[in-house]
């Protein structure tokens, strides 16, 4: 593969937390060398002049569903391979929650298998946390380890069992095993729409109260004391469960958690026309928890940020919004959603990018999220100011489910590279 040499490039580059204007260049899969002043030797390279655009790591997206096996019709690894690479996604974090679940050593061998003959970006499997994710009998995690599952999660199904989750937790820990959770009391959340309140009485909506996160958070936190495993919050969306991370991270427990571009931009008045597109899991918030959660992933309380991508065909939308299917589609609305948050002031690109790229890789041991030399050359160029008007049916992902639909948004995709091989874009 020959080399490249990205010219006047504006380098976004998380780790020293620089956006600065210089040279990036690619060799064997690699990023060799990266210069803000001097002249990189241009010897043997493709030149490739970003025009003061931006260079940045690839984003790495925690918690994405891909429907193989099963409901191949919502998404495949192809189509939502292709959705990532035009959405600047070089490495996809795979949800269990499939039909059947990921849940065993050949389960997670016919996933993998798939996504390697379809897929051109990296694909991180996660396996599930107990079997059928029904919370009463643990998966083999050290085989599943083995299979190449990056973390264990039951995704939307909470472990209510306490006795069942404090024994995987602890058999994960002798493993050196991520955990991730979805932080919801099931009994307040059973049924719920929308979250409870004034507007959610006013819409006959039925709702759950933000306290739901926290109780939840708060049995997470004391059997992560009593096993000292490592343990990712999948969502946290309310200001209410903030103090409570807040002192587990104090207390030295290994614990991080993440949020979903969806709470971070939108909250609980776009329900206002009941529009189905809108309902995810957990449900939208409060206009003051999303500034507080935007607040927190700034300040690196929050850890990540992805799209959680959700598929859901036409049929399972087009219901009365009680009865419709939760979930909307990310991959593709990811950056340009993110961009919201940068053209308000909340973060700098710097932050952004810290979330998006830099701590899921660190946090998962994968590669991606830097630009130090010696880092792998997954890379995405794209105008952070370029404006479009977002049209689902243009997305690549067979489920065209996205709340931004008809929104007028800023950031265009230029180009994406995984281990130094272009995928997606163009001349630019």
């Not at 030149?47 to 569903?65: E, F």
């Not at 200001?239 to 991080?256: F, Q, V, Y």
Request: aromatic share 4%.
């Amino acid at each position: 593969m020959p080399a490249t040499l990205f010219t006047n490039a504006r380098i976004i580059d998380p780790a020293a937390g620089t956006d600065r204007i210089g040279q990036l260049r690619v060799q064997s899969g690699k990023v060799v060398e990266v210069s803000y002043d001097a002249a990189i030797d241009p010897s043997n390279a493709e030149i490739l002049d970003a025009k003061g655009k931006c260079l940045a790591p690839g984003i790495v997206d925690i918690g994405v569903k891909v429907c193989e096996p099963g409901e191949r019709h919502k998404e495949s690894f192809r189509s939502a391979a292709a959705a990532a690479a035009a959405g600047g996604i070089t490495t996809i974090v795979t949800r269990p929650d499939t039909n059947p679940s990921i849940d065993t050593p050949e389960a997670l061998e016919f996933q993998t298998r798939r996504a390697q003959d379809a897929a051109p970006i990296r694909v991180a499997p996660m396996a599930a946390l107990t079997k059928e994710r029904a919370g009463r009998e643990m998966t083999e995690i050290g085989f599943l380890q083995d299979a190449g599952a990056v973390a264990f999660t039951d995704c939307d199904h909470v472990v209510q069992n306490t006795k069942v989750f404090s024994r995987a937790l602890t058999y994960a820990r002798s493993l050196g095993a991520l955990v991730m959770a979805h932080v919801q009391e099931p009994g307040l959340s059973a049924g719920a729409a929308v979250t409870s309140g004034k507007f959610a009485s006013l819409r006959g909506l039925p709702g759950v109260t933000a306290m739901a996160e926290r109780m939840a958070l708060d049995r997470d936190i004391a059997l992560l004391e009593m096993t000292g495993a490592a343990y990712h919050a999948d969502q946290i969306t309310t200001a209410r469960a903030l103090p409570a991370l807040e002192r587990a991270k104090s207390n030295g427990l290994n614990i991080s958690a993440g949020v979903s571009i969806h709470h971070l931009t939108l909250n609980e008045l776009d329900v206002a026309d009941y529009r189905t597109f809108f309902k995810v899991k957990p449900p939208l918030r409060s206009e003051e928890d999303r500034c507080a959660v935007v607040e927190a992933l700034a300040s690196g309380l929050i850890d990540t940020l992805s799209s959680m991508h959700t598929p859901q065909d036409e049929e399972s939308k087009r219901l009365p919004f009680e009865e419709a299917a939760s979930g909307a589609v990310g991959l593709e609305t990811l950056l340009p959603a993110s961009m919201r948050l940068i053209h308000a002031g909340d973060l700098t690109l710097p932050q952004l990018f810290a979330a998006l790229s830099m701590r899921p890789a660190k946090r998962l041991g994968l590669k991606g999220g830097r630009l130090a030399v010696g880092s792998v050359a997954d890379l995405i160029l794209f105008d952070p100011e370029a404006p479009f008007v977002l049209d689902r049916t243009k997305l690549s992902s067979k489920s065209k489910n996205t709340p931004f639909d008809g929104a007028r948004v800023q950031g265009r995709m230029l180009g994406t590279w995984v281990g130094g091989a272009r995928i997606y874009g163009g001349d630019t």
